[in-house]
């Protein structure tokens, strides 16, 4: 139980990094906070600094989700855990899941900035590739396919959220694919998707009104910031 309570904490930490707080108060003196949608994604960070630093935000976070579920989950695990499965590599998949949740969790909750930060789908992204690399394809092309049609980073990242379980799905019981821990990894891919969901809910609004900002050029805002007196 305290391996357990280990990784869970070292995810939520490595999650709450604030990359893009960060990169904006070292590089421009102010809070990306304050700028743009107030958001602390790699989204904002593309509007307002540029898309060199959106990729590289965007990237970090990645990278987070990443960590949390091949190093984190991989370093601490404990066979003597207190999960009871077919396989042993059922029960890694289980710390998997629990570390990227928690790396996901300090994202947008991040310890190191007043609990307010990003969106989570970066991070999520990188939970996706260290757990399911054909699910993370998948979800990655339906948000460039939406992202591309409509201009909509946050219409791309729902669709991409609700992408993963239902390619879940698909694949196991119409293709008959074989998904190690299918059973359990379905029900978590749907948790995380609402979570998701839910921390769009704002943009979800916005795009209902059709005041839901789009992202009209790659190369984002290119100019000197002005930070404000």
Known sequence: MINLMLVVVVSYIIGSIPTSIMLS????????????????????????????????????????????????????????????????????TIIQMICGGAAIIGHVWTIFAGFKGGKGIATAAGMLIGIAPTEFVVSAIVFFIFFFAFRYVSLGSIMAAIAFPLTLVVRYNLFSDEIHSYHTLVFFSIGIAVFLIYSHRENIKRLLQGTEKKITSLKGKTEPVKVDE
Do not use: Q
């Open 25 to 92: 108060k070292w590089r421009h003196g102010f809070d990306i906070r304050t700028k743009g949608s107030g958001n602390a994604g790699g989204t904002n960070v593309f509007r307002v600094l540029g898309w060199k630093s959106g990729v590289f935000v965007i990237l970090m976070d990645a990278m987070k989700g990443i960590l949390a579920t091949t190093v984190v989950a991989r370093l601490f695990w404990d066979p003597t855990l207190p999960f009871y499965n077919r396989t042993p590599f059922d029960d890694f």
